[in-house]
């Protein structure tokens, strides 16, 4: 957790918010709050689209999903990777199914 004692990298970037398209059905994000992991503390959010992020994941760059505890502090939450079939997604159960899926990231 990010409490300004320093601890280990988690990410090259960390995910703390989603904004998903409004066809539930499909459930395919349109934004994303993504955060510059610095090792010690959480940058500064910035908004990227789904397709931001799977360039920077085709470049080899990793991404966790963070979220905040009860005192306020982050914490890690999961790896994130793309899948592909006929499109591609983004998940952190690395499942092969249609769909985005970013697991208890709130929306923003």
């Known amino acids: 957790m990010f409490n ?4 280990d990298k988690w990410a090259d970037y960390l995910i703390s918010a989603v904004r998903y ?18 090792g010690n503390s959480v940058g500064e959010s ?3 689209t789904k397709a931001e992020l799977i360039e920077a994941l085709a470049k ?3 991404f966790v ?4 505890d ?7 939450g999961y790896d994130v990777s793309i899948t592909a079939s006929k ?8 499942k ?4 985005d899926f970013l697991e208890d990231l709130p929306d923003f």
Request: hydrophobic share 35%.
């Open 96 to 99: 092969s199914i249609p769909g």
């Open 65 to 68: 999903t963070i979220l905040r």
């Open 70 to 76: 009860g005192s306020g502090n982050w914490k890690k």
């Open 87 to 94: 499109e591609i997604f983004i998940r952190t159960d690395f």
């Open 21 to 38: 398209d409004s066809d539930l059905n499909n459930r395919m994000v349109a934004y994303l709050k993504v955060h510059e992991d610095v």
């Open 4 to 7: 300004g004692s320093k601890i």
């Open 60 to 62: 080899g760059k990793t």
């Open 46 to 48: 910035k908004t990227w």
